[in-house]
Nanobody, 123 residues
Framework: VQLQASGGGLVQVGGSLRVSCTAS????????MAWFRQAPGKEREFVAG????????TYKDSVKGRFTISRANARNTASLQMNNLNPEDTAIYYC?????????????????WGQGTLVTVSS
């Protein structure tokens, strides 16, 4: 499956942004999806994940209550709505897909990756 991330940009503290991931090349519903992010000088980290059936989303603690992951299997898309953004959310955001049996929080759990989209939160 090929993944294309989009929707990044520059936003002020407290603002909102939505990033999306469009899949092609295989049946989207076969894959659990996740969003990771990588800030400058830091390792890539799990942000949110969602099962192939759209149930049981999981989140990094620091984004709970601010971020919402969703998917629309009929449109081959997964999205991450980000609200109340702060400078610590500045990073390149990557979508990832896995056909394994569970939603991993580790980068090693994903074989398919999008190219990343930059989110910058300015103070």
């Amino acid at each position: 499956v090929q993944l294309q991330a989009s929707g990044g940009g520059l936003v002020q503290v407290g603002g909102s942004l939505r990033v999306s991931c469009t899949a092609s090349g295989d049946r989207f519903g076969n894959y659990h999806m996740a969003w990771f992010r990588q800030a400058p000088g830091k390792e890539r980290e799990f942000v949110a994940g969602i099962r192939r059936d759209g149930n049981t989303p999981t989140y990094k603690d620091s984004v709970k209550g601010r971020f919402t992951i969703s998917r629309a299997n009929a449109r081959n898309t997964a999205s991450l709505q980000m609200n109340n953004l702060n400078p610590e959310d500045t990073a390149i955001y990557y979508c990832a897909a896995t056909s394994s049996i569970y939603v991993s929080r580790e980068t090693s759990g994903y074989y398919y990756w999008g190219q990343g989209t930059l989110v910058t939160v300015s103070s």
